[in-house]
Structures are given as structure tokens and as C-alpha cells.
């Protein structure tokens, strides 16, 4: 469909598109490629500059392909040829605030398709017999943080394989410097470029319209010569679309500002009139009497937020640290100067504002006041991405800008309290400092790894290269996997890097979590990698008789006590109860004093330090396979023991202990028997094969990573996290794969 035929609409007397206001040509293109119109090209990459109309071009075509919202538009007065065909509405997956991991999961979830990894979603689309329609717009708002350039992974990731599977029919709007990558990847004949910039796709009557319209008293504009005649309307909404030269948000901007000042706008005098959206700015502030550099200070904080939007409380604070000086005055005093440009939201159930992990505010915050939405808490954004890309540009020094709003946040944390601190501080300075170059120096603190919204934590430690990362910070990078899949509230984020920092060798930062006001459900023991575990199970050894029996087996070449010591001589002993268990049969009068609590490992045979189990009828041949390690249950080393001599508990003792275990494949809960509460729940992102419970309460949990002991603190039901259905295979084992197991 040739872009030349724009004009045709207005003379056959069709109609403008209610939303879209012209863009007669784009609209046409893309019918036919929703149609599959003989030589419509399969993926149609749609770009321009930043304020350009792709958005808003995207949203009016989509209502037109939307069954419901067709019957509330008036298709008959359209240019039929910009009118799709009522087919099923395409699947839309938003990118704005989503990794590429997520968007490809919700693009595989709402198709149903069987997948467990990345490459099967492309697999499986490849193998449908009918096409897949997808639309996938605002490509440019990807990521929950906003210099990690997340837009870019979504078009390698995602839409680059997508738009190579032949059964996909794809409609993409990105960035322009994103444009040429995506449609680089296909033949000419396939891919069709949409440059709203372009002379080809301009849409000069369109923007007119669009300023015609929103200069009319019924779109709430005040009475004026030139908003109430229409002549005089006319006439300024062609020369404000001439002078912004085809860019929709210059003109929007150019109106809002006139109409909330008109005081002062002569619409003869031509220097009035903007030429682009730095100049909306300036001269705004000039015909109210401002200094323009002011009202780019005020609004670089908002220029920078990310999320949502900037919490009112934090604006003054924040433009000060930019400005270098006190912007207190100038921003109360400076309301109508900023307001064409900023607008409130409120805060979604998305948001987490008081840090809990749930994703919706609380009944009440711990000072007493409400959740968001009605603790008076305000957010505020400007009113475009390309407002704050101009606002960012115009300042000298970027990256010295987002260092004083990283350190002003950082001070505004009441004693370095995380759990004091503003929910947008603590969820998002990771963001601010990785733009300002500082988040190493950052990820030192496990109160703000376990207070920090894990998705965006995650995504801003993902863009440090690994080797600029300290101890802590592979850790959680490590552990967010987890984090993020649980939907874990803050506590039970914290339990969950207590033990990954032991199982780390980092005690100190395990033990820190301790002191932070959390009531952690557990406290991790100790942590050996060792790899193979087949079974665990708990039990003790017999007082020390002198034997050297039970005599600590530390080697002092092997501090961490990775390896066993020197197994003494195999005694004929009976063989293990079952096949899957880890210890010898106790005696059934096991009931005698209690002796060293114990944890025997059921590991292939070879293993150093370990002692081979004799078969139930035999010597247990060489090569069985089956030998065990007896370790210390409350504290770390091995024990040179005979595994033999291991007396699991009685029946009587289990019955009595206060605490249950229930196990699944990669989640374990630990009750009360007294109330059926769980006190604990435990995920782990690789499945356990081995786990007990002592009767007092030490749980051994044995995964592919190694075997830790935690000891149960909880006295009261613990929250547990959500435990979404499993997919198989290892799409969370790798830090990179983004935040696959939110789709569920």
C-alpha cells in the first residue's frame, strides 16, 4: 500500500480516526499486513523520533482490532483501506517495566505453548499450523531499570527469533536505533520499515488536526480569541505544526503550555512558537518570568525516576542535590511553572510500597498510616519519555547528576534503616547509582539486598560485568532467581540469603541478617558443596567411650571441611534401613542418653573420606555404589565415625518432636504439631534429593549444590512464598536468563 494515496482520505470524505487524528498511510500499511494482503510484508518494524506518534499510532490501530472497541468506533466513516478485518485480537505483551525473559514467558503462557526453555517458545510457534499475530509496542519503556538498556535485549532476545519464525506475524514499535537491527535480520521482502519521520510516512494535515483539536473549548481549553474563533484556531494550529516540524510532542506541550499561561502568548509573533521540545521548555519559563535553567533543574529528578514515578516527598530534596543549592523555594513557588510538564499517578498494586514483597500495600505502615493510596503518598512523572530524554541531554554532566541523586537518597535513609526507608529509595537506588557508575561500591549491605524489590535489584546487578562484582553481590545475584520466582516477602528474602551466604563462606554477612529486626524462621548451620547426595537423615552417635570413635576428623589442610578425614576400619554392621536412606537401622531400644547429634550423607561410593555400607546379605562388594559420610549436625566439620554406629531416632522421639516436614520436589514446609501452622517453607532452584528433620528441630536439606543444616527458630506460622507451578530443565540456573519464573 503506497504511503502516496495519504491525501486520498479527506477528498473521498472519510472520516479521521477518532484517537489517531490522520496517519492515513500508516494505518493503511498496517490493515494490509493484519489482512495478509498480497505483498504485505510479514513484520513491519514501526519507529521514529521520540515524541513522533508511534504510541499513539500503535493505540488507535489496536482498537480497531480489539473486537469490543471496534463497536464503539465509528468504522463506516473511515477509510475502509485503514480499517483491519474483525478478526481475534492479537496477542499483546507489553515490554514497559519487563525484562526479555518475562515478555517471552507471557508470550508462551497466553499461547499455551509446552515449553521449558527460551528456545522451545521459538520451537514450538515455529510448529503451530495457524500464524500467531503479535503486536508488540512501547519496546522502548523495556526493564524495570532503565540504564540497563533492556529495550536492546528485547530486540535480540525476543523479537529478533520471533520475527524469523515464519508462522509469527509480527508488528514491532522500537526505538529508531534499535530499527535497523531488527529489520537487518530478514529478507526485504518480509520486513517493511514504518519511519513516522520519514516524508513517506509524514502525516503534515494529521498534526494540524491534532492541534486544531486540542485548542477547542469541548477538549477543556479556556476561552480565547484564538481557541473560540474558529479562523484564528486554524491558523495557529498550522503554524505551531509547521514550527514543530511534524513532532507531535512538541505541539502537545506547545498547547499545554499556552493554555495553563496564556498570559503573555501572542500567537502573531512567531519567536513564541516552539521548534522542538527543548524549546517548550524555554520559552514557557521565559513568558512566565523564570530563569529556563530553573525549570530544568526542578525537573531533573523526575527526568531520572524510575518505576512509576518520584515520590512528591523526595522532589525537593533530590532537585537540590542537582542544582547544588537550596530548590525549596523555587519548587513551591514554581508549581504552574512545571505543571505542563509533570502529572500525578497514583502508585499501582504493582508497586511495593511497603516493602513486603506482595505487591499491594499493607492494611497499615508501621507508623501507623495507610498503605499506598491512601497514606497521602503521591508519585509524580513527566508526562513523556522524550520530555525526560531532553531534560537528561541538557544537562552538562549526566552521570555527575545521578551520583548526587544516588547520594541524596542515601542520606535520606532514616540511621540506614532499609526498613525505615522510603519504598521508592530502597527499590530503586540500585538503578540511580548503577546510572552514576557507583553499584559495586553499593552491594555490601544485606539489608538492602533483602529490603530491595528483588526485580529490580536483579536487573540493575545484571549490567555490572561480573568481574566488577564483590562476594555479596554474586550471591544474590546468584540466589535472585529464587527471590523473584517465590514472590518472596522481605523476611522471607532475608532467610533465603541468610543461607545462601553461608553456603557461600560468608558467615559475617549471614550473621548481619540476624541483627536487622527480622524474624528469620531459621538459622543456617553450616553449608558443605558437596556434590552427588543421594539421601540425608539425622540421628546421633553413642557417648564417647575412649574408642576415638566419635573424635572430630578435621584435617588441617581442610579448614572448611570439604573432605573427610581418614575413614577408620568398615565394622560388620547391619546395612541401611532402606534403599533411599542415609543411615544404618538404629537399634530399636535407641532410647539410651543422648550421644553427638549427627547427619550421615548417602554419597556415591569413592567419595573421599566416606566408608563403603555392607549389603543386607553380604560385605557390600567393591563397586555397590553406596557409601556414606557422617557430618556434625550442629556445627560445621565431618566426623571420622563408623556409620554403623548412627542411631536414628525412635518412633517415640519423632512422634514427640514439636515439628512436621513436608516435601516436594523443589519446596519443603516445616509445621507445628501442635496446630498444623507452617513455621518455615523452604524453595530451593534445584530439586532436593535428600532431606530429615531432627527431632529438634534441625532441618538437612541435600540439593545438587551441596548439604545445609538449619536450624528452625520460627515459634509462630512463617509467610510462605508462593510456589508457582514448575516447569523442568534449568531456565533459572544462570543469572542472565532475566525473571522467567515471574510469568507464572
Partial sequence: MSASDEGNAAPAGYAPHPYVGGRTAALRALAAWRMRWPGAPRVIVLTGNPGSGRTRLVTGFLMMCDPGHRKQLPLDDLDPATVPPDLPAPVVPSPAGRTAAQMLWMISDHLGLNADRDDDIFTELAAREEPVTLVVPDVDQAGPVRAAHEPARVVRDVLKPLAATETVQLLAEVPRELAAELAGALPAGQVQIIDLDAPEWADPKGLVLHAETALTPEAGAPDLPYTTDPAAR??????????????????????????????????????????SVGEVLDLHARRLGADPRTLRLMLAPLAFAEGEGLPVQLWGALASAVAGRD???????????????????????????????????????????AGSGA????????????????????????????????????????????????????DHLAAHTLDAGLLPQLLTDPGLFAHADPVTMRAAIEAVPLEQLGAPARTYLRTAPLLTRSQAPAELRAAFLESAFVEDGLAPYAEALHTLGFSLPWRTLWSVPLVGVRAVTTGSLPPQDGDGATADAADPGDPDGRAAGTAAG?????????????????????????????????????????????????????????????????????????????????????????????????????????????VAALLSDTPFTGADLSPDGVLVVATARGVTARQILAAAPAPAPTVPAQRTGTADSASSDGLEGDHS
Fill in 375 to 426: 497514606d497521602g503518598r503521591t508519585l509524580l512523572r513527566l508526562t513523556h519519555p522524550g520530555l525526560a530524554e531532553e531534560i537528561r541531554s541538557g544537562l552538562p554532566d549526566v552521570r555527575d547528576a545521578q551520583t548526587k541523586i544516588a547520594m541524596a537518597l542515601l542520606e535520606a535513609v532514616p540511621q540506614q534503616d532499609w526498613s525505615r526507608a522510603d519504598p521508592y529509595i530502597r
Fill in 570 to 678: 568398615t565394622a560388620q554392621s547391619p546395612a541401611p534401613a532402606t534403599a533411599d536412606s542415609a543411615g544404618p537401622a538404629a537399634p530399636a531400644s535407641a532410647t539410651t542418653a543422648p550421644g553427638r547429634p549427627v547427619a550421615a550423607f548417602l554419597v556415591p561410593e569413592g567419595t573421599p573420606g566416606s566408608r563403603t555400607v555392607p549389603g543386607p546379605d553380604s560385605d557390600a562388594p567393591e563397586g555397590s555404589g553406596r557409601a556414606l559420610l557422617v557430618h556434625d549436625l550442629l556445627r560445621p566439620g565431618y566426623v571420622d565415625a563408623d556409620p554403623a554406629q548412627v542411631q536414628l531416632p525412635s518412633a517415640q522421639a519423632q512422634e514427640a518432636a514439636p515439628l512436621g516436614l513436608s516435601r516436594g520436589a523443589d519446596y519443603l514446609r516445616v509445621w507445628s504439631r501442635a496446630d498444623e501452622e507452617v
Fill in 327 to 369: 530548590m525549596s523555594r523555587d519548587i513551591a513557588d514554581g508549581m504552574l511553572l512545571a505543571a505542563p510538564f509533570i502529572q500525578p499517578v497514583e502508585p499501582s498494586r504493582d508497586e511495593d510500597p511497603d516493602g513486603d514483597g506482595d505487591g499491594a500495600a499493607d492494611e497499615a505502615t508501621e507508623d501507623g498510616g
Fill in 234 to 275: 486554524r491558523a495557529l494550529a498550522e503554524a505551531l505544526a509547521a514550527r514543530a516540524d511534524g513532532n507531535r510532542l512538541t505541539v502537545r506541550l506547545a498547547v499545554q503550555s499556552l493554555l495553563l499561561q496564556p498570559a503573555g502568548f501572542d500567537p502573531a509573533d512567531a519567536s513564541q512558537l516552539p521548534g
